[in-house]
């Protein structure tokens, strides 16, 4: 089962980091998101850009507006998203909680993946139909 | 990339996994003396299996293979945390020393010895120190090989819920710390009640939900009654009061042999006088009368025996009427003396209408509704309900059974009230 684990970073505590703290996360981050690969565990994942980077989309009398900046505002941004492949919840947890950027004071959020698979096949059905005359 | 794994191999492996998991696990568990370690290096193993076996084919025996695979990433673990961990230079180091003494050079553990890990992991499961829903959480999750997922859906809780309870419970056996051992003889009598608690207490929530659109709810009958038969592996000594083991799995098999006859194709509830007995499971009663006897034999049998017993002389009838029901009070007269509960008290009274009549059922029914402990309980109403209606006093019947009503939630149970109660209209 698929597991997606948002990865949270405090921006100030981040930057006020010296480069050597820096370099030694970041070493032994790496280093444990080669040991998910190795063993399987890793389904993918990408960090992201700062929420200064971010352009958020919505919809506004009619048509799409757009402001500059994340959705939400937080102290906590989020940094980076991790797919994880894990037989159910607790070995998801058991995993993450070995996670070196814990101890750099980052957080993780774990959600299990939803399966739209039985949705997606209804809403098929749904547009079949309403093709067909 | 590793190349893709066939469909029929993963299959494989999730078979496997259901099965063995919870025997290689217990056996990790003792030779890395750390339930999480284990625990991962066995979904290590599994996963290491999963390519490892594309090429070669499954091993002819997959559980020597599994558990030695598993040691090896166990000190790759410790290994990999003691870099960044200077404490835990010295626990590798320990760890390894284990692992390469443990008498496994060729992976070789006996049968018995497996048996004898997973006792010991269900002792410490269901050790008095964790809170009940985390025993049955993790019995579950460790012994049973279920997911957090599969559980939380069995319990109508949040997989998130479940999740904590097991992390929270682990935490405890880690902290306090909880031994992994079968316990000594003088603690035994003890432990194993509370073995037994957690292991009727899983069927139950199986049992209770009828059958029908919750499968998984259902598949915890089984699980209860896998861990029941583990049980009787348990040597038999002065202490060790084996005839309840026996005695619950009895009760457990009398009661699941009528799962087929206990729901309708629409999933109501069919009462036990209403059930087509030729549904009943021939080969689970012969089972549990068998382990009952043997229970019985010994005279130091309790609780779960005697509610075998009375499972028994239901399983035995052809009918309601042709039911030895002077047998079952007698039953009911002893299982009071032990286990004096309201409910136990209400079960005899149903008996007593059973061989007296009605207006007898009602006079002890509504004595033990008297005492005050049952007034919220819906089948203390349901079973008064059904005196009057026995007794064709209708007015009485329906406000009673409006009663029991308004105090269950349970689909099944609501169908079937609200049925009797169009009746009497």
Known sequence: MKYLCFGYYDKGQFDGMTESDRNAMFDSCFEYDDHLRANGHWAGGEAIQPAETAMTLYWKNGKVATTDGPYAE????????????????????????????????????????????EMMKASEQRRRQAVAP | MPPPVPEQLGRSIETLYRSESGRVLATLVRLL????????????????????????GIPEKPRPWLISTARFKAIDAMRRRARFDGVQRDLVAHLESLVNDAPTGNGEIGEEEIEDDRLRLIFTCCHPALPPEGQVALTLREICGLTTEEIARAFLVTPATLAQRIVRAKAKIRETPIPYEVPTPQELPERLAAVLQVIYLVFNEGYSAAAGAEVTRAELTGEAIRLGRLLTELQPTPEIPTPEIKGLLALMLLQESRRAARTSPAGELILLENQDRSLWNREQIAEGVTLLEQALISRRFGSYTLQAAIAAVHAEAESVAATDWRQIVAIYDQLVRIQPSPVVHLNRAVAIAMRDGPEAGLTHIDAVLEHGELTNYYLAHSARAEMYRRLGRLDEARSAYEKALALTQQEPERLFLLERIRQLK
Do not use: C
């Open chain 1, 74 to 117: 937080t102290k906590e941004q989020l940094g980076g998203i991790l797919v994880l492949e894990a037989r159910d919840m607790n070995h998801a947890i058991q995993l993450m909680a070995q996670h070196p950027a814990l101890t750099y004071g980052n957080s993780f959020e774990i959600r299990p993946v939803a399966d739209l698979n």
């Open chain 2, 33 to 56: 003396g750390d339930l999480d370690l284990a625990e991962e290096s066995m979904h290590e193993a599994f996963a290491a299996a999963l390519e490892s076996w594309t090429l070669t």
